[in-house]
Nanobody, 127 residues
Framework: QIQLVESGGGLVQAGGSLRLSCAASVNTLSVKAMAWFRQPPGKEREFLAAITKAATNSYYSDPVKGRFFISRDNVKAKNTVYLQMNSLKPDDTAVYYC??????????????????WGPGTQVTVSS
């Protein structure tokens, strides 16, 4: 069982930056692909970014490509994945979720591909 907890959300002005963190309850070497999703008010949960176990490859959705950057810390057995969000827009307002899979080598870019989820952290971007 893998438990995930996000942190780093908050209120930021348009054009600003935030860095989200997601701590896993186990060593990230035990966790395969990890990803970030978000769910704006009244909308479906959408894929943002994913990263492979060894952090050698990352994938992004078009709306955030070039503005958001995913990374993970496997050094010294740390258990955290990050999402650096730059040039934030009011449309980025949403609850942001971390997700992970514990087996296999796929890197899904849809919510159905992930087994484990954090409770989410609110990001609000004011205009």
């Amino acid at each position: 069982q893998i438990q995930l907890v996000e942190s780093g959300g908050g209120l930021v002005q348009a054009g600003g930056s935030l860095r989200l963190s997601c701590a896993a309850s186990v060593n990230t070497l035990s966790v395969k692909a990890m990803a970030w999703f978000r769910q704006p008010p009244g909308k479906e949960r959408e894929f943002l970014a994913a990263i492979t176990k060894a952090a050698t490859n990352s994938y992004y959705s078009d709306p955030v490509k070039g503005r958001f950057f995913i990374s993970r810390d496997n050094v010294k057995a740390k258990n955290t994945v990050y999402l650096q969000m730059n040039s934030l827009k009011p449309d980025d307002t949403a609850v942001y979720y971390c997700a992970a899979i514990g087996s296999g080598w796929n890197v899904p870019q849809n919510k159905e591909g992930y087994e484990y989820w954090g409770p989410g952290t609110q990001v609000t971007v004011s205009s």
